[in-house]
């Protein structure tokens, strides 16, 4: 079992150690809940983390609210604590700050605990609040790029699309393979991970909305649909013709050319000008002939939608960072 300290780990220790330094520091009552909070609003995320950190914040100002009518007009019994629970757990989720209940619970019992409230206990209260909150905010500043990351799932998934499209084109040329098509479920979930990582990415610019890696992986996403499509097709045809190596030569070029880049435009062309050759050669004289040759023209049709997904959903991205 390997030991593995994180970012997020280190992060949450250091921030509450500074959390709990600064509470001390100002003598507040209840010091060590300001590294609770801290520790509690550390996120995965910058934008993840501010939202937390304005729901947290909320929930305690309502918590303290209910604390102060509840406890001062009922009385601070333990009825009275599970009543105020009656009422502010379904106001905090109708307010849409729920993921602050928790944090707010830890005022209320220190309202609970002190059985009175008063204008310095509330102000010590805040201060526990803001210190935890803001200490988190700091340290959630720092979130480590991905960019590396997604470029090592950019090139792996270029890699396995070229390993499918070769041995698509094998199978075309020869009517058979000996592949096991291993990079099939291997691309599926470098396309998944690849496709988190760059949502992530984008949550941790507060401005940014979109990102490019997260275009091309979906982009790549609704081509490998394509590709899963074509297989069993390729696969049924046992026998080669004229046709199977052009197209197989077809695919090889495509797999070479395989990148960011847009060449969308040529091989549309290529496509147009093979199907107008095909076009052009004499019609088959068996049944097997016309249906290996129904399935090629399938297959270009199929070729030319995988381009146009690409033509579609990738022209229109900023690629200046890929």
Known sequence: ???????RTLKT???????????QLLQLDFYASAA???????????RKSLIVSWQRFAACLIGMAYSVIIFELVGYEPWSLGLLLLV??????????QEGIVTSLVIVLHL??????????????LLLIIIGIGVALIMNLYMPSSEKV?????KDIEDHFKKILHEMAEYLRHGQSDWDGAE????VELLKKGKNEALRNVHNHIMRYEDQYYHYFKMREKQFEIVERLMPFISSLERSLPQSIQLADFLDELSKSLSPANHVVYFLERLDQMEAEFREMELPKTREEFEIRSSLFYIMHELRQYLHIKDSLWNHVDKRSI
């Open 1 to 7: 079992m390997n030991f593995k300290i994180g970012y």
């Open 13 to 23: 220790a250091v921030g509450a150690a500074i959390a709990i330094a600064i509470a």
């Open 36 to 46: 609770i909070i801290t520790i509690l609003c550390i996120s995965i995320t910058k």
């Open 88 to 97: 502010f757990i379904p106001t905090a989720v109708m307010l849409k700050v």
């Open 112 to 125: 609970y605990t002190l059985q009175q409230v008063s204008t310095a206990i509330i102000i010590n209260e």
């Open 150 to 154: 997604l470029r090592v799932y950019l």
């Open 184 to 187: 099939i479920p291997e691309t």
